[in-house]
Nanobody, 131 residues
Framework: QLQLVESGGGLVQPGGSLRLSCAAS????????IGWFRQAPGKEREGVSC????????DYADSVKGRFTISRDNAKNTVYLHMNSLKSEDTAVYYC????????????????????????WGQGTQVTVSS
């Protein structure tokens, strides 16, 4: 069974940090572009960051640039989202997703945050930023 499992969420004070993990089981992430998305109550799901299969290319939403870093360890079949300088507006359920779309393809680069591009999704992990 193909599964993505997120972990690392929790309650953190503004300005704090968290590291989210996205572990795959039942398949290898080596050939997948991975995206992180988030959804706050009453809001649409939005793309946060994505990373190419090799880890050599990344992209970030403007709202998290300079604060979040995406990375991957294909040997561990895991992708990470390092979140620093967290703000209350970062509060959301965070999801990772996998797509066989090539990161560098015109098709993907035109719409990297389109959820329909991603074939596999995790169940999400809650991140709450509050004092």
């Amino acid at each position: 069974q193909l599964q993505l499992v997120e972990s690392g969420g929790g309650l953190v004070q503004p300005g704090g940090s968290l590291r989210l993990s996205c572990a795959a089981s039942g398949f290898t992430l080596d050939y997948y572009t991975i995206g992180w998305f988030r959804q706050a109550p009453g809001k649409e799901r939005e793309g946060v960051s994505c990373i190419s299969s090799s880890g050599g290319s990344t992209d970030y939403a403007d709202s998290v640039k300079g604060r979040f870093t995406i990375s991957r360890d294909n040997a561990k079949n895991t992708v990470y989202l390092h979140m620093n300088s967290l703000k209350s507006e970062d509060t959301a359920v965070y999801y990772c997703a996998a797509t066989r779309q090539d990161f560098g393809s015109i098709w993907f680069r035109a719409r990297p945050w389109s959820p329909v591009l991603y074939e596999h999704w995790g169940q999400g992990t809650q991140v709450t930023v509050s004092s």
